[in-house]
Nanobody, 124 residues
Framework: VQLRESGGGLVQAGGSLRLSCQAS????????MGWFRQGPGKEREFVAG????????YYADSVKGRFSISRDSATNTIYLQMNRLKPEDTAVYYC??????????????????WGQGTQVTVTS
C-alpha cells in the first residue's frame, strides 16, 4: 500500500486548506484510513478517520466542526477539508491506512501504512 499526501501549505488563521491522500496497492472497499498530525514538540495525534466498509467518520474533539473528511472511491482518495484554521493546527499531517480495521480507531499503532506527511503552517 502506498499513500501520497498533498495540499499542505501556509495559511493565515481563519483560513482553509484541503489535504488529499491518494492510496494505491489494495482494494479500498474495506479497512480504515485516517489523518494524524504531529505539531512542533508534540506527539503524533489522531485527527480524523474514515471506515470504508460502514462509511463511518470520526473526528478528534479539537477539530470537530472545523474539519471534515471525505472520499472519492473512484480514485481511492480521501480528503481532509480544514476550515477556520488556528495556529495550534500547525503540524505535519500524515495519512494512515489499515486494510484489516473495520471501525475507525484513534490508536496509532493499529495503522500499518503511512504517508510521508505534508506540512501545514497556520500563522496568527
Amino acid at each position: 500500500v502506498q499513500l501520497r499526501e498533498s495540499g499542505g501549505g501556509l495559511v493565515q488563521a481563519g483560513g482553509s486548506l484541503r489535504l488529499s491522500c491518494q492510496a494505491s496497492g489494495r482494494t479500498f472497499s474495506t479497512g480504515v484510513m485516517g489523518w494524524f498530525r504531529q505539531g512542533p514538540g508534540k506527539e503524533r495525534e489522531f485527527v480524523a478517520g474514515f471506515g470504508w466498509r460502514f462509511g463511518d467518520f470520526y473526528y478528534a474533539d479539537s477539530v470537530k466542526g472545523r474539519f471534515s473528511i471525505s472520499r472519492d472511491s473512484a480514485t481511492n482518495t480521501i480528503y481532509l477539508q480544514m476550515n477556520r484554521l488556528k495556529p495550534e493546527d500547525t503540524a505535519v499531517y500524515y495519512c494512515a491506512d489499515d486494510p484489516s480495521l473495520t471501525i475507525v480507531t484513534m490508536f496509532e499503532p493499529l495503522y500499518d501504512y503511512w504517508g510521508q506527511g505534508t506540512q501545514v503552517t497556520v500563522t496568527s
